[in-house]
């Protein structure tokens, strides 16, 4: 299951990497946790459907925050409207 999905992950960013020439892609969440066979199954398709060069350099990766991605967000988010913080600047 996880090589599906990350085939079809994988079809819709090389479509990204086409389009915006980007160095890094980073996966968080849930699915990152899949590990090795999801982000193997992604780098595959992306060398296979990207232009060769933006493919060859674009690197994918797990994000380092992982869970707790979303709480630390709306948590910046809060601050930054409470003025407490210019973390979004």
């Known amino acids: 299951m996880w090589v599906d999905v990350g085939n079809f992950v994988g079809v ?3 479509g990204v990497v086409n389009l915006l020439n980007v ?3 980073v ?3 849930g699915v990152a946790e899949a590990g090795k ?3 193997d199954s ?3 398709t ?3 459907r990207a232009m060769k060069l933006p493919a060859k350099t674009v690197k994918v990766v797990k994000a380092k ?4 991605a979303g709480l630390i967000g709306a948590a910046t988010l809060v601050l930054y409207e409470l003025g407490i913080t210019n973390a979004s600047k």
Do not use: H, T
């Open 46 to 48: 992306i060398a296979a």
């Open 65 to 68: 925050l992982g869970y707790d």
């Open 23 to 25: 160095e890094k892609i």
């Open 27 to 29: 996966i968080g969440g």
């Open 37 to 39: 066979i999801l982000f």
């Open 12 to 14: 819709g960013l090389a």
């Open 42 to 44: 992604i780098k595959a």
